[in-house]
């Protein structure tokens, strides 16, 4: 049996397990610690992935560390965003890149030198992973894999595809900032390699910052608002960052603080930040979408996978699934370096050249892959929080009712998902016929969101909510492409409808998870609409729930209706719902 514990120790740290080549665990430390994105070697993290494969630390055969080149972390640190996070000489590096940024980006001896002035100031990290091992018992061989190599091969690895071209973007790793390579089951080749000076994240990332949000956090935001404004600022962009022929360019060498004195300068005095939003998001898209078709032509692969932070963004996604030349796609579930650690564990496991697993590997199904709680593990954490509850039998139509009766119900059943989404299992539910729930709801959570709330779907029913693209039919099971909308559901629908037209949605079939599907469809039923509201199942600014206990005090600090934690439910019952056990 080969056991392999793949870990990113950077941003959104985390740990994985690949057992005979099959993913059997993921969790980010975020989760457990309660630290948003949490930066810093992931003890809990590893703890749990041991846990949750019955694996014993002293049973690893090798341990894959993501990013040769990262900053060590003593302990857990919060990740205050890219302006304000890191150690002083995080912060001192950036400040003199941005004032070096002209030679930095024209002459390659100046961005080798920056490289190894970085290594220099990172800190004994080889000698510091190898000492937090071994305190948990794990002292299996250590190697250290390339950033974009780990994020192509996440994506490729868990695609299912026989082959693919798998390109990479994202602010920085390693030095570059986008990579592309060809890859089969036994063979890869890297096409292309874009250094980090050129990065379009970058630019995203600026634009988060002067919009008041953090930088690397809440791009997110940014997309939301893009919508809502007009890209008068297109020009600024051009002028800083182009594409041509294959390749990105940062024509403005401009780079953190120098690149926000340089849009500052560019804007006007009373710019908006709804149409600063929209400036970047079409940029964006002008860049990276040819950018993205080069290397697909150039690969001659028609299976497209897409890995790194930029492809968290859901509309570019739609606009790389609706190439002539993308004949399917798949963007990993994990797509920022919270899901480097599943790279770098099939990258170790690659290069044993161990054909022997290939025939043993299940194909990657679905993302629920963290911890989950028996009915008496949760029960004993609800007499322990003294809240009432009641039992059932059928959990999900109990459910199902209550969202039919219009209530705000949170649902915490089965293993908890990988990566940024909620895909059922750590979610809000509510019905998708009222457009305000946007406002209440968010405001409940103590949200600031700019998006609306992501719909879960009926699989069968795809083609009736969406005008359907055969190429994302992999990225629509993980909530990480936007779709344009049929009328049909923006009539029925609004409250997960964008003012665009378009929707992010999950789409549930009775195989991927079997007690959600229960729910949607027992909702279908009784309303006709085979689509439920899907939220994260967190309070602004915390890292979903994972623990009952913690589902408990965000079901309370929300204010929702009920909870429905395995099979009890918090709140009132539905209509004349007997209780099996109170």
Not at 394 to 411: Q, Y
């Amino acid at each position: 049996m080969s056991t392999i514990l793949g870990i990113t120790d950077g941003d959104d740290a985390g740990a994985v397990l690949v057992v005979d080549g099959n993913l059997v665990a993921a969790v980010n430390e975020e989760r457990l610690n309660r630290i948003k994105m949490s930066i810093g070697f992931p003890t809990l993290a590893i703890r749990e992935v041991l846990k949750i494969a019955q694996v014993e630390p002293g049973d690893v055969d090798h341990v894959a560390m993501a990013a040769r080149i990262e900053t060590w972390v003593d302990g857990a640190k919060e990740n205050k965003g890219w302006f304000a996070r890191g150690t002083f000489a995080d912060r001192t590096r950036n400040r003199v890149a941005s004032v070096l940024v002209k030679p930095l980006g024209n002459w390659r001896m100046a961005r080798n030198g920056f490289r190894v002035l970085k290594r220099m100031t990172i800190g004994r990290r080889r000698a510091n992973v190898r000492e937090s091992l071994a305190k948990l018992g794990v002292n299996a061989p250590i190697s250290y894999h390339e950033h974009h190599r780990c994020h192509a091969l996440s994506a490729f690895e868990l695609s299912g595809f026989d082959d693919a071209v798998s390109i990479s973007l994202d602010g920085s790793g390693d030095g570059s900032c986008s990579h592309a390579w060809v890859i089969s089951n036994d063979q890869d080749e890297r096409i292309h390699r874009l250094d980090s000076i050129h990065s379009i994240g970058n630019f995203y990332a600026y634009v988060t910052h002067l919009c008041g949000f953090r930088a690397n956090i809440h791009e997110g935001k940014i997309t939301g608002l893009s919508a809502s404004g007009e890209p008068r600022y297109l020009n600024i962009f051009r002028d800083l960052i182009e594409y041509d022929n294959g390749q990105i360019t940062n024509i403005g060498n401009v780079y953190y603080h120098s690149a926000i004195k340089a849009l500052l300068d560019r804007l006007p005095s009373d710019w908006r930040r709804e149409d600063l939003s929209a400036s970047i998001q079409q940029h964006l898209e002008d860049v990276a979408v040819p950018y993205i078709q080069y290397w697909i032509r150039r690969s001659g692969k028609r299976n497209v996978c897409l890995s790194g932070g930029v492809f968290a963004n859901v509309l570019l996604n739609q606009k790389v699934a609706a190439l002539a030349e993308c004949d399917n796609i798949f963007i990993v579930p994990g797509m920022g370096d919270g899901g480097l650690a599943v790279g770098a564990a099939y990258d170790a496991l690659r290069a044993q050249r161990d054909k022997s697993t290939n025939g043993t590997r299940k194909p990657f199904s679905h993302a629920y892959l963290g911890p989950s709680f028996s009915d008496e593990e949760i029960e004993r954490e609800l007499q322990d929080t003294g809240v009432e509850y009641q039992r059932y039998d059928d959990i999900e139509k109990v459910a199902a009712n209550l969202l039919h009766e219009g209530k705000v119900v949170a649902r915490f059943n089965g293993a908890m998902e990988f990566g940024p989404r909620a895909l059922g299992n750590r979610t809000i539910m509510y019905r998708t016929t009222e457009r305000a729930v946007n406002d209440w709801l968010n405001n409940r959570l103590h949200r600031t969101e700019f998006m609306p709330f992501a719909p879960a779907c009926l699989a069968e029913h795809a083609e009736k909510l969406f005008l359907w693209d055969d190429a994302a039919s992999k990225a629509v099971r993980y909530m990480t492409i936007t779709l344009d909308c049929t009328d049909w559901m923006i009539e029925n629908c609004p409250a997960v409808v964008h003012i665009d037209g378009t929707a992010r949605p999950q789409l549930v079939d009775p195989d991927g998870n079997p007690s959600f599907y229960k729910i949607i469809s027992y909702y279908h039923e009784l309303s006709g609409i085979p689509a439920i509201v899907n939220t994260s199942f967190n309070m602004h600014e915390e890292p979903i729930v994972c623990t009952p206990s913690d589902a408990v005090r965000a079901y309370q600090l929300g204010r929702l209706d009920n909870l429905a934690i395995g099979s009890f439910l918090l709140g009132a019952p539905p209509g004349n719902f007997g209780a099996t056990h109170s």
